[in-house]
């Protein structure tokens, strides 16, 4: 018996002793099983295919590479072959346009789609852009009516401008069954991909915000001892509030860990093209999000905002707090800087931030703290803002939770311009399909890739641990976000048009907040307004009725 | 020895040959117009949705613009001849200045009038003022401004340190050339590299060898970026970098070409180094000075790259131009018609204050003359 298979035994739940005593059974059937054409036989190599795909290039071998991709896109590629002839879209070419951030992304697809090209005979060109012209190139092609590429890579937010514009293909259903959407964690189910009923989107990542620590910090012993000296409460441990994250990040101001300057929280108070806008929302959902009430962001009745509200501003003021104990240039710091400059290169004890700094902690190369990592779903707080009652609660059920679904995850979308050509759409539906498909999810969650779990299946800790994961590092990594994907006072996002305008505006106010220019309720009120004068130019009835959708209000 | 006899063309032939190209050359003219003009009508009737010809781009307004121009160039050399020829060499660049700056402008004080939002539902819409009163009550543009002030302030900074350069390669120094081209490096790079190497790389807090060399020398926080002043110096620091050289290599030139007899002839006189450059060569070196001065400050009042890439602005607008901030208006925001008018409008400050600087400076060398 290899290991592996007794690995995969050992996972679906068989003690050692059930495997020994039906051992002779097992070779009976793994014997006539080749003839019989027995189901178990595709279970058996899509365990094996899993298995195998994550030994490429293997846990803590170094960051992959194109050639890695390459090999992971072709092995991956049984479920394109059983719907399309080799050679089937000879001559067509396709466009696709992506992002290419950390070098990721575009740059992964490329070598996933090379050995479908190669397969199918279609050939695809790339629009690659950074982080911060996404948003704006996507948003003049809707408007031009200039739309230029046959596959699109695009968050849900997005959904509101391109799919209710009609400018998406709606998914076939062959393609709905090559990507088994029922695999979706729910938060992704309907109505995120689909717009009036029709499905447009396939998932290739799930978002969420999660707490990223070093444990390091929290077991050192000489910074408990001086927790206790200086008179804090409770135990020295990881902070589950913000006002712990609070009170630790002011605490460690000049004290070391391992000869180093320790460093608390790191906040991201740098404009970041709209995205920087999600960490303030991650201090805040916390204190905004009200178990009884759906909305956080805008009012339902009046999409009059809440970013003013006594919730808001105490976030904002956290951050002003807070700055004072961060790394010396923490003003200079977008969200790119915390993550990748600062907390896998040793600098802080706690960022929240996509999944993408646990899939990168022990498979990036210029990560230097991968074993020293935990992670939670955000931070809670003692009590929460009630927009009905205009007061602060505590809740009975102990501090309040609301986990940040920033960006709802990336997906491909097949532009409505291939319809008038079948073969055209066939094809970008096929690779759009493949990079949707679920073997090549488990590793694009594995990898450092620019994605995180999205799917049910990625949940398999046993498959993690036979990469090469530690137990105790990988449980805790995806526990952190299958308990915020499933956390019932999730802040969802809006899908509303143009949401990035609101989230840009609000940088430039808060930069000002920051730098000391402006207070915190002074800087939310000037939000507040910028973000009526954004609702009214977009028109106010029409953003009310696509927010009240987005929350199934 | 052979003779070759050309038939001669009676002036009455002449005339008649071209009248005929003349009458040629109108009809190709008023059909190629035709043409445009009707291009131009089909492509508005589209675009208001009264016909559905599959125009779906302005592009055959273009092609037929293209003929339009190919057409009005040959007529003029069928309908006036030997004048027509010399003007065929200008008309050419005109019509693409008119079609790439011309055109584009005034469709821009157009659209700077309008309220379109790539996002919205409605589209574009005139609304007047609006998008003017915006700007007169828009605290960041006028903070934008101000920055501008200090940016064009640093320019004479930078003519300093560049005057002194040019001195100092205008001298019999050793290497002479290879400084040349040393100091001419930095002019070679893109400021969007400048802002990486420089800004992100060099300067950077943690591990940058700017900032260790400053812990070194006793600065515990050197932050390069997180105070307003601080921020601001650096990046005129890197704009000047890349900037100087420029202004260097003009000033250079025009030492060169300074009569070197003037300055022996001060020199016999018993002058010493800094009487002759303060009588001689600074006065002399007048009217370059004066062109390198508002070359840079043309280019200085586009400054945005270095900005954007570094500091987004920050801390708190600190570092942030005009230019960037459309930047983020127009990119981030999707606002167009806003993001134009703040464009038309700091394009006619510029125009003003660049005539403003010439006539000054004019009146300025006349009195030193």
Known sequence: MKVSDFERMMAIGLSRRAILKTSASLGAVAATSGMLGLPGTAFAQDASLRSQILQVPGVGKGSPTDADW?????????????????????????SFMGLNNQNLHNVLFRGFLKPWEDYTGARITWIDLAQADYSPRLQQAIATGTVDFDLLEMGAPFEGDVCGKGLA????????????????????????????????????????????????????????????????????GVPKTWQKVQEVTKFLKGKTVGGMEAV?????PKAWGGFGFYFLGSRATAYAKHPNDKAWLFDTDT??????????????????????SEAGDQLNADPGTTAFQQFLAGTGSMVSWWGDVGASARTSDSSVVGETIGFDILPGSDDVYNTKTGKWEKLASGPNHAPNMAYLGWGVYVMARVDRDEKKKRAAWSAAAHLGGKDLALWTAAYPSGFQCYRKSQFNIKEWVSAGYDEAFISGYLASQSNSYNHPNAAIEPRIPGIFQYYSVAEDELAKVFAGRATAQAGADAIAAAWEKITDQLGRDKQLALYKASLGA | MSHTVTPAISPVERTTVQH???????????????????????????????TALGLVSWRSLLFAYIFWAVALCASQVMIRGEAGQRAVFVLPAILFTVAMVVFPTVFGLYIAFTDWNLSAAAGRRFNGLDNLRALFADVYFWNALLNMVYYVLSVLVQYAIAFGLALLLNTEIKARKFFRVAFLLPLMLSPVAVSWMIGKSLMEYRFGPAATLARHLGWDNPAFFSTPWLARTAIMAMDAWVSIPFMMILLLAGLQALPSEIKEAAKVDGASGWQSFKEITFPLMLPVSMTAIILRIIFQLKLADIVINVTAGGPGGATDTVSSFIFREYRDRSNVGYGTMLAEFYLVIIIIFVALILKGASRWMQREN
């Not at chain 1, 608390?264 to 991201?268: E, I, N, S, V």
């Not at chain 1, 999409?303 to 004072?324: E, G, H, S, T």
């Not at chain 2, 005929?20 to 009809?27: E, F, H, K, Y």
């Open chain 1, 70 to 94: 390459q090999k992971v896109g072709g092995m991956c590629l049984e479920a394109t072959k059983k719907s399309v002839k080799q050679g089937e879209f000879a001559g067509v070419q396709l």
């Open chain 1, 169 to 236: 293909s709606e998914m076939p259903d062959w393609v709905k069954a090559q990507i088994d959407m029922d695999d979706y964690v729910d938060y992704l189910k309907a109505p995120v991909g689909t717009w009036d009923g029709k499905t447009y989107r396939v998932s290739v990542d799930g978002d969420c915000h999660n707490f990223n620590y070093r444990t390091d910090y929290f077991t050192d012993a000489g910074l408990a001892k001086a927790w206790k000296d200086e008179g804090h409460q409770g135990e020295w």
């Open chain 1, 264 to 268: 608390g929280y790191l906040d991201a």
């Open chain 1, 303 to 324: 999409m009059k905002p809440r970013i003013n509200n006594p919730a808001w501003v105490r976030a904002i003021q956290d951050i002003i707090d807070a700055l004072p």
């Open chain 2, 20 to 50: 005929t190209a003349a009458r040629r050359g109108r009809l190709l003219i008023v059909a190629a117009s035709i043409l445009l003009f009707a291009v131009l009508v089909l492509q508005i009737l589209e675009a208001g949705g009264v």
